[in-house]
């Protein structure tokens, strides 16, 4: 029997084989597509953009401490993470809650937005615009709003007799003249070597106005430790917090008596 010569014919080029296409699990595969695309439109209409709700106007007294409420939301729009960034405040002026970033600027956790007080130094009267943002984490700003503020003279410090011990309790002020304004420039001081991310000389600063009974420098210095204060500023998250430091310096700005040491 003889050998059947087998010839390969190189000239034409192979064929691979079509793949199948699975047609059910490319539906199924639609069909999820389409239902991600429908869910994500029925949310985006159904939640409300982030607003926030601030007094237009605010009338207050110098060498004083007033409410200042902000009010954000609805929470579902509000991405995790989020803060309140105010800026625009007068001159050495001091948030009860949040930290502060660069003068006239202040980060605060958007928890402790319903009880904010503004604590005013003995400044000129006049008038100013704050500027309140809800920032997101990545540094986005979300929303706007503006409030002015109005500050007013104060008729404690016009007045020729020396406050009594009822009119001095609860400000945040060392009772000298010299020593008040001493401590507002090393909080001021204070407030710019933080802006630069100058942690160190920036808590000096705030230690030294805090020896002379100013309770917004305790507070600063507090932040500066503080795990939720540090979490809620972009530039000092590389800063390591510690808890027993910030306790024993929230327990010194209590004992000046400053608004939201006992929350903090």
Known sequence: MGRREVVNDTTQPRRRPRRRID???L?????HFMLALLANKAFSQATDPPTISIAATVSVESASQFPFPIRVGPSASIPRYSFIRVRGMPPMAALSEGYSIAPGSWAVPLQALADLKITLPAVAEGRVDALVSLVAADGSVLVEARSTIIVNPSRQLASPRPPTSAERRGTPFPTSAEDREQAMKL?????????QGLVAPARLLYERAADLGFAPAAMALAGTYDATILAASPHLRGIGPDAKEAKRWYERARQLEASGADQR
């Open 27 to 31: 539906r199924l595969v639609a069909l």
């Open 187 to 195: 909080m001021q001081k204070g407030d710019e070597q933080l802006a």
């Open 23 to 25: 047609q059910p699990a």
